[in-house]
């Protein structure tokens, strides 16, 4: 019933998040010269610069090609779709090692004991809409039965202020540990408002996790400024992110 | 019109002996009684199967006959010829190394063209029906000769076939050099049941046999109606295509796999197929000219002339051409006179000084044969084809080889041990969680491989700098079974990739790894190779598979060995064989036990992922 008003609204989000981009000092001179090339921010700087909470998935060729063909414009929708869960994938997987856990030890087929861990229970995925759920599979394929709750935020057409519209968690979300999705961050303006929400609704900026694939270090410092003890994990710090994320990814462009 | 013409020496006689010495040493290992084959299709299979190589003796024997049989067999009647020539490939039974043992040339059949869809023509070979025997092939003795439902032992709802491929190379992963023998002498002197009588006398598991019909030259459009005429001359030794035969030989002895040309003896030219051949622990070559040139001399370790008294010889040929092609008396005499004995007394009875043994009366002579195994066994044992034992008992202490690289330690990898490893997890957590740490270690795998920096262009009008892949050929290889469970998550990885299939088991008598099944991709060696296995212990396994690989002509530093748990041990010994393989896994143990299992390990990987533990029941 809402599908149609969700998809329009999810337009203006994405519109505006661009609108905030060229409104940024840095980039405008980018966006308008097109040869030029910006190189992604490193590991060791963003610990220097964003503090131990914004975590970089280990970026090793695997990863650097699949960015390359999500960024690709002449990547097919086909291919980019694949490729982008693959990447997902490996986030999400990323994301969990941030999860509290406990050691256990365990008996082996063999007879011998296996000193493991186990995490705790009591998670759930929090997807922003509509970008953030191309990332629900992928938890899904790791976690199976997790409660997902889901926020839709809005982007102002005017004032290009984000709020929410909406937003359905399961109950016990204040006891939980929530995995935020939402894969790309302009300026982090959207993903604010997400947090804002959850914390309104008793969950600690600590057992927040944010899960991203693309982010802005605009949006990381606004992000990591408002809330420093919220863990962040991406797997790219670029200046320019790829904005047509979910609508190639939905197939909407 | 087999019965008549069927030779004593070989043929079902032979596979009785063999039939039974099995009986004799494996039934002890049976813990429950053989049942007969619930499958239909097997059985039908090894009837047919022994009964087309048993009767393989009615056909004739020696090429030499070829030439002359030219017109006689023109007039032969079709329905004949159709029975000798179509063979259905259905009927053979793959031994193992992934190649049929179905007679590499299509000897001595003239007056109608093979090709490749009367192969695959309807016509049947039913198991009275006279089929060739075999010339060329890599045999297993055990599975080869004997019905195969004789080699299967089964216990615990395990079925295992006792017909395996033992190592052949030593612990350091080298290639340890076969024994090649030669078998040489004039046509129809029984060359071939002299090479029999051996590998059946050997019991060694793994042998090639090679016969230089296979590398007759191409005959020009003269040549070829000179041959329909009886007088081009096969038994000269400008005849053959020596050169090539030297680098086939040469290929084989360093235990690489080799493409045979199958000689078409109708057309006078090489088919479009190959047969593919391996390299073996024994290499045995026979030809009329087998000692001619002084390079192949070099590479025998054992010369046998079989030196059968020319009239016993001249008989053969007569009864056989006559009785068999239809062939006129004088034909054959004459062919006889003007090429087939001089050429004897030219080319071949000269080589005789080169021989180590000369085996007088053929086949027959069962103290020389037994001479000659004895040799062969001695000679093996020397070059020592244990391993196992030896892997585990090396490289203590030492640190981890570069060549391995270990995921990064995290908490979720650690997580995802922890559910597998427990013995009290279900099967469906138990495929489940495995399957994410599969996935993890594919795409870790993959990232190892080399890749270039490119810059594409973005929607955003920004260029952007990142990295694609070399190469876009890769492969999978699994070893069966447990590697079969990877390779769903390497198929979700990359689209379309190729999979190759290796089956390898531990041969519960001796503790050694034994290669049965092997399938890959064709090309093989331009392909960047990811082979998989759950589970490394002694690494006895993969070295097997990585030999394989090698075999195959991929480059060592091409291939990746990706792996959910490995053993110290088995990495030390991969890394010091294969020093350029990539060795990727998620976990390493400390120990293997005296069962070769990994401590702590996982248990079976394979038993708990296809849920074919044995149940306390039958314990």
């Known amino acids: 019933m809402a599908d149609s ?25 980018v966006s308008n010269t097109s040869a030029v090339m910006i190189a992604s921010l490193k590991a060791p700087e963003i610990l220097e610069e964003y503090g131990p909470n914004l975590k970089l998935l280990d970026c090793n060729s695997q990863v650097a090609e699949l960015l390359t063909i999500i960024r690709d414009k002449n990547t097919t929708r086909s291919d980019f779709k694949f490729y982008a869960d693959r990447l997902i994938r ?45 990332m ?77 694939l693309f982010c802005t270090p605009i949006a990381a410092k606004t992000v990591v400024g408002a809330f420093p003890k919220l863990k962040i994990l991406t797997s790219e710090l670029h200046p320019v992110a790829p904005n047509h994320f979910g609508q190639k990814y939905f197939g909407t462009d | 019109m087999s019965g008549e013409v069927t030779m004593p ?30 499958s239909v299709t097997i059985s039908t299979a090894s009837v047919s199967k022994s009964s087309t190589s048993s009767s393989s003796s009615s056909t004739s024997s020696h090429i030499s006959c070829t030439a002359d049989s030219g ?99 030593n612990c350091a992963g080298q290639q340890v050099e076969p024994f090649v023998i030669g078998v040489c002498g004039g046509s129809a002197s029984g060359k071939t049941t002299v090479a029999q009588k051996i590998i059946e006398s050997l019991s060694v598991p793994w042998v090639t046999l090679l016969s230089m019909d296979c590398f007759y030259k191409i005959l020009t459009e003269k040549q ?62 026979e030809g009329i000219l087998a000692f001619h040139s002084p390079e192949i001399l070099k590479l025998l370790d054992m010369k046998v002339f079989v030196d059968t008294d020319a009239d016993i010889r001249l008989a053969r040929r007569l009864k056989r051409d006559i009785s068999q092609r239809g062939r006129d008396l004088s034909g054959v005499l004459k062919q006889y006179l003007t090429m087939v004995k001089p050429s004897y007394a030219n080319y071949i009875a000269p080589t005789m000084a080169h021989a180590d043994i000369i085996v007088p009366r053929g086949g027959e002579n069962k103290v020389a044969i037994h001479l000659i195994v004895q040799h062969v066994h001695t000679q093996l044992q020397l070059r020592g084809f244990k391993l196992r034992e030896t892997l585990v008992n090396s490289y203590k202490d030492q640190p981890m080889p570069e060549s391995l690289h270990l995921l990064p330690p995290t908490p979720q990898i650690k997580g995802l041990h922890t559910f597998i490893r427990c013995r009290s997890t279900s099967r469906d957590e138990f495929i489940f969680y495995s399957k994410r740490l599969i ?68 041969n519960r008598n001796t503790g050694e790894p034994e290669l049965y099944y092997l399938r890959l991709p064709k090309d093989i060696k331009d392909y960047k190779v990811i082979l998989m296995d759950a589970t490394v ?11 394989v690989l090698l075999d195959h002509d991929v480059p060592e530093e091409n291939i990746i060995l990706a792996s959910l748990l490995m053993a110290e041990i088995g990495v030390h010994s991969i890394a010091y064989a294969f020093p350029k393989v990539k060795i990727v896994t998620s976990a390493l143990d400390p120990e293997v036990n005296d069962k070769f299992y990994v401590i702590p390990g996982i248990g079976n990987f394979g038993d708990r992922y296809f849920g074919t533990e044995p149940s306390d029941d039958y314990l």
């Open chain 1, 136 to 212: 629900e599979q992928g938890l899904r394929d790791c976690c199976r039965s997790i409660r997902i709750g889901k926020i839709l935020v809005e982007s102002d057409a005017d004032t290009h202020e984000a709020r929410v519209v909406y937003a359905r968690f399961p109950d016990d979300i204040a006891s939980r540990q929530v995995l935020l999705m939402y894969p790309i961050m302009s300026t982090g303006n959207t993903v604010l408002q997400a947090v804002n929400v959850l914390k309104e609704h008793g969950v600690p900026e600590s057992c927040i996790i944010l899960s991203n």
């Open chain 2, 439 to 506: 996935r993890l270690v594919i795409e870790y795998a993959l990232s190892l491989f080399p890749f270039k920096t490119t810059t594409v262009e973005t929607p955003q009008g920004v260029l952007y700098e990142g990295k694609r892949m070399g190469s876009r050929k890769i492969c999978g290889v699994s070893i069966l079974r447990a590697g079969e469970t990877m390779e769903q998550a390497i198929c979700d990885v990359c689209k379309d990739i190729r999979i190759g299939k290796i089956l390898i088991q531990t």
């Open chain 1, 90 to 134: 490996l986030v999400i997987e990323e994301s969990l090692n941030q999860l509290p856990y406990s050691d256990c030890r365990v008996e082996t087929p063999t007879g011998a004991t296996y000193d493991g861990l186990k995490y705790q229970a009591g998670n759930c995925g929090v997807s922003i809409i509509r970008s953030g759920e191309a």
């Open chain 2, 224 to 285: 070829h109606e000179q041959a329909l005429l009886n007088e081009y001359n096969f038994d000269h030794p400008d005849a053959f295509d020596i050169d090539l035969l030297v680098e086939v030989l040469t290929k084989l002895k360093e235990g690489r796999m080799v493409e045979v040309p199958i000689y078409n003896f109708v057309t006078h030219s090489r088919e479009s197929k190959t047969k593919t051949m391996y390299g073996a622990n024994v290499i045995i070559f």
């Open chain 2, 537 to 547: 212990a002694t690494g006895a396994a993969a070295m097997m598979a990585l030999r």
């Open chain 1, 5 to 29: 008003t969700i998809i329009t609204t999810e337009n203006h989000v994405e519109s505006s998040d661009s609108n905030g981009e060229t409104h940024s000092g840095s980039i405008t001179s």
């Open chain 2, 9 to 38: 020496h070989n043929g079902i006689v032979c596979k009785s002996d063999i039939l039974k010495k099995i009986d004799s040493t494996e039934m002890p290992l049976i813990e429950q009684p053989v049942k007969k084959l619930p």
């Open chain 2, 71 to 169: 017109i006689g067999s023109l007039i032969d009647d079709r329905s004949d010829l159709t029975e000798q020539l179509f063979v259905d490939p259905n009927l053979y039974v793959d031994i193992g190394n992934g190649d049929y043992c179905c007679p590499a040339s299509p000897t001595t059949v003239p007056g109608r063209i093979v090709s490749s869809n009367s192969l695959e023509s309807p016509a049947r070979t039913t198991p009275s029906r006279p089929a060739r025997r075999q010339r060329t092939t890599s045999v297993n003795s055990q599975s080869t000769t004997a019905n195969p439902a004789e080699c299967i032992i089964r216990a615990n709802n395990r079925t295992i076939y006792t017909a395996g491929r033992p190592p052949w190379y």
